[in-house]
């Protein structure tokens, strides 16, 4: 069929032929309406009484109601979904989905009448053995799961994850024995997986994703699925997973990214993870073989698959990029995917570079300078309301904003210094983002909040304007209890000379000390043109040795105090894991000093 109509361009005004959102079918906008996030749709209500009606006979916001209570149980006794609208007073659901974000952001802002509930290990979450210490963490609406290792230097360096229901307060599962610490932890709640990577200490041998089921089962691993790359073996950096996500036409229902770095280069592959039987009939393809437990696998290239409910991986997308990708910091959407590189030593130009691969044509789109040579990334997400956007923190505390579409850096702040990537974590809050920035003791609470459709001249300057921090909370009292604990994990083993744990560290300090003061020494006002050359290479010599020294006194007061060892977050609670194992938990909808300031008035 030819059509003479020209094509038309989506950046022109619409014109008096055009088809608008109001002309389709009801079914067609419902299944639109579905896919937006609420702040888009309060925003598309005010636009006409059409749109208004038609928005509240697809009942949008029970369902924004009911996806918020499936996401986070643990709000379901602030929401109450069975009563009918017309009980609901005026504004109905919207007026209850408005209200309790209203109310859980009061809570959140500083407020000198509120301060959130603060617990220290008394929650079910944190039980461990004897000889054990909880050394990460993860925490989704459902489920909280902690990483357990051993408590001191004498004891045996196993690993177990632990995963507990937050509606039942009860233990569901555990992985035990693993030799390796589970460092980059993904999971899927509704498809009933867990993957995190297992170390390969063999220069020649990629790393292992190993593959699990989040709840428990008679046997929860599910398979051991192999990074194969060319030359020396690959070398996970990061992992993310999303649910149910689009790739072209085909909708997937976890999809995880995967960058891996080997031989000065990197590669991120994307891979769709699908709960599946296999078996001789299934899996004809295969030569199947017996095990000495009895058990039958076929063998792939990417390792072993077991006969049974197991799960499949394909990969669905591939990308090289240029340059080694930075540790533990990636994020994706059907769009856009984000991660960050640095140049080999042998390079000159050694900043770390934002690479933008956009997700239709599997390429590389940008790649931005970000941060300066030897400034780790700590956290980096994609904006959840505005698409195009990402949003970024660097271990020297600059947090950064960049636009995707157009390949520039939108606006830096200036925050408090992370210690670590695992003390950086960012969370959607009802269309905002919210970062959560741990230093030693103290956890910043940032809010970065988007302008919908704005013009761009408008854009930057919204977002300069709404960089916001919002409150700072603090392990900084009950921190001297555990002080104790910390020296005797750091004790030697039994047998072993005892040696101050800070000496190696003093030494070297005293020692940058010593080239500090020399550099300093030799930096004069140079009197020749070609003294200028030497005395610009010093002071490069003498910032590289002053940001060592900065890092070296960060190690020391770690070590012989208490610190934030990892930060998580939803939109209640606050949970902050120390070097000790202590889990502090700061929940924002219960404070005493609050009922107590109301009841005085």
Known sequence: MDVDAPIGNPEDPPGDGDTNIQQLPEDCLGLILDLLDPVTVATLEKTSRHMYSLIQTHQYWRRALKKLVLKHPYLGHKIDTETEEEDLGKEGCKGVYKNLAKELNLFWKKNEKFKPLTLRNDQYFCEKDERQKIVSMKVTGNYFITVLGPRTRSDLAVYSLRVFDRNTKKKINEISNLIDKPEYLAFSPKYNIMVAKSHETCPSMPDTLNIWTLEFQSDPFLRAYHLKSSGLGARCTALVLKEDIFFGSLKKDCVVMCPTRYNNKSVVRFLALTRASFCPDSFPAGAWKTDSAGDRFVKTNNGLIYEGHKVAVEEVGRVHIPHLVQLGVADFTDKWAILFSEAPKELPDRNIHLIVLDMANMSIRHILKAYEPRIAVYGASLHQQEPDVAVAVGKDGYLKVFDLDTGRELTNQRVPKPMARTNTTIIDFFGTTR??????????????????????????????????????????????????????????????????????????????????????ANIVRPELPEEADRVEQLMVEFRAVQQRIHDLNQEMEARISVAIEAVAADLRYIFVLTNTGDIMTFDFCESSQLEENIADE
């Open 435 to 520: 970062f959560m920035l741990g230093s030693i003791t103290d956890i910043h609470v940032f809010d970065l909040q988007f302008p919908l459709y704005p013009n761009p001249e408008a854009k930057l300057d919204r977002i300069e304007r709404r960089r916001e921090h919002i409150r700072t909370v603090s392990i900084y009292g009950e921190v001297w209890d555990m002080v104790e604990e910390r020296n005797i994990q750091l004790a030697p083993p039994p047998g072993v000379h005892i040696l101050d744990p800070l000496m190696q560290l003093q030494q070297n300090l005293a020692a940058l000390n010593q080239v500090n003061q020399a550099i300093e």
